[in-house]
């Protein structure tokens, strides 16, 4: 059976349309279109507490947040990072001037191993890029210890953890630095977005200098920042999406659970178990295809059949790209490369209802019966 209505692997929340005009019609009386205005200011004041944060900054996306955010720690050498991510990840390091050295995941949660990081230390390693993939947790007090151990900063790529809390403190608190993505496609959106949480106060000025072209006041520039600001229909539209963001979440939960009620026990399909201590945002659902009747790609091409649209996140590993694979070996990463070539992302997004898993878990099981 084909649905007629093609469910993607996402679908982007959108506030009503009357709220959003709502939201920007004081823009046409303030004329105040971007340059931390207004919404601006709201916005990082809202999402320091809904962050549970002491410190945020916006910036126009997430990927300029990182990079500006490792910009910020003034480093030189080798980072320790994961391929098992977004493009982003790394390339942020890259666009520094500095080298990725990648660590292995672990299998239950795809987060970095930190039981193989010490080994991949040496006296050029200056930071570690851990990534809280899916909106997993890294195991941010073991990275804790070590980075403290050997002197190095760390900065977690947080884009998929968005209001994820662990021991009822926000992600954001753990680590250096933490860049948050507010694009489209994630959790919380401000059309485009992202944000940088930092506790060490001394992150603020280097950073704003990054995204305004290193502009202090009127009559002083003092760094060759870029310019990375969020604008103000961006903040209108992150002052809206903040407002139903509980909701969201939880209808989020209620499509996630249903997910795991119709595919436990599923000979060949592996799902991730619930993290200890963490409060989740339910911001994707992967599944391991590994000795099902079909192949990964065999089930994403017949769920397509079924106007079913999954992903390979994360396929190809960051390590395969055409512009890494000269310098670096998936084979090195042996767990992240056996799970990039069984990972598929079902749908998942605040629309999607309860009927509609159920009919996507159907076709599951139809295609492995
Ligand atoms: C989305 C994403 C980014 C980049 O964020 P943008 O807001 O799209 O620039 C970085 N890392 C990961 C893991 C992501 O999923």
New binding site residues.
């Given amino acids: 059976m084909k649905n007629d209505k093609r469910l993607m692997v996402t679908e982007s929340t959108l506030p009503k349309f009357e709220d959003y005009i709502a939201e920007i019609k004081s823009i046409w009386e303030t004329k105040w279109l971007t340059n931390m205005g207004e919404k601006h200011q709201k916005l990082e004041n809202e999402l320091k507490t809904y962050l549970d944060v002491s410190n945020v900054l916006l910036f126009t996306?997430?990927?300029l947040a990182?990079e500006s955010a490792i910009e910020a720690c003034d480093l030189k050498g080798e980072v320790i990072t994961t391929p098992f991510?977004?493009a982003?990840?790394t390339h942020a390091i890259v666009r520094n001037g500095l080298k990725p050295v990648f660590c292995d995941i672990t299998e239950e949660n795809c987060t970095m191993d930190v039981s193989k990081i010490e080994s991949l230390i040496n006296e050029n390693t200056c930071a570690i890029v851990p990534?809280h993939?899916y909106g997993n947790i890294c195991d941010v007090e073991e990275i804790e210890r070590i980075a403290k151990k050997h002197n190095l900063v760390v900065i977690y790529?947080a884009?998929?953890a968005f209001g994820v809390k662990y021991k009822n403190k926000g992600i954001g608190q753990y680590g250096d630095l933490s860049m948050f993505?507010?694009?489209a496609t994630?959790v919380f959106n401000t059309i485009?977005?992202?944000g940088v949480t930092f506790n060490d106060p001394k992150y603020k000025s280097i950073l704003n200098n990054n995204k305004n072209f290193g502009i202090l006041n009127q009559d002083e520039v003092v760094f060759a920042g870029g310019n990375a600001k969020m604008n103000e229909f961006q903040a209108a539209m992150g002052l809206c999406n903040l407002r139903s963001i509980e909701t969201s979440i939880d209808r989020r939960r209620v499509a996630y659970e249903r997910y795991v009620e119709n595919l436990k026990g599923i000979k060949g399909i592996r799902i991730m178990d619930k993290q200890a201590d963490v409060q989740q945002n339910y911001s994707y659902f992967p599944i391991f295809v590994e000795d099902f009747k079909v192949t990964r790609d065999e089930l994403k091409d017949k769920l397509e059949e079924y106007n079913i649209n999954t992903r390979k996140y994360f396929y190809p590993l960051i390590s395969d790209f055409e512009c890494y694979r000269n310098e670096h070996k998936s084979d090195d990463t042996p767990v992240a490369k056996r799970l990039a070539n069984c990972v598929l992302t079902l749908p998942l997004y605040q629309e999607l209802t309860v009927e509609e898993v159920d009919f996507i878990c159907n076709a599951i099981k139809e295609i492995g019966a």
Avoid: P
């Fill in positions: 996306n997430g990927h990182l991510t977004f982003s990840t990534v993939v790529d884009a998929h993505s507010f694009h994630k485009e977005g992202g």
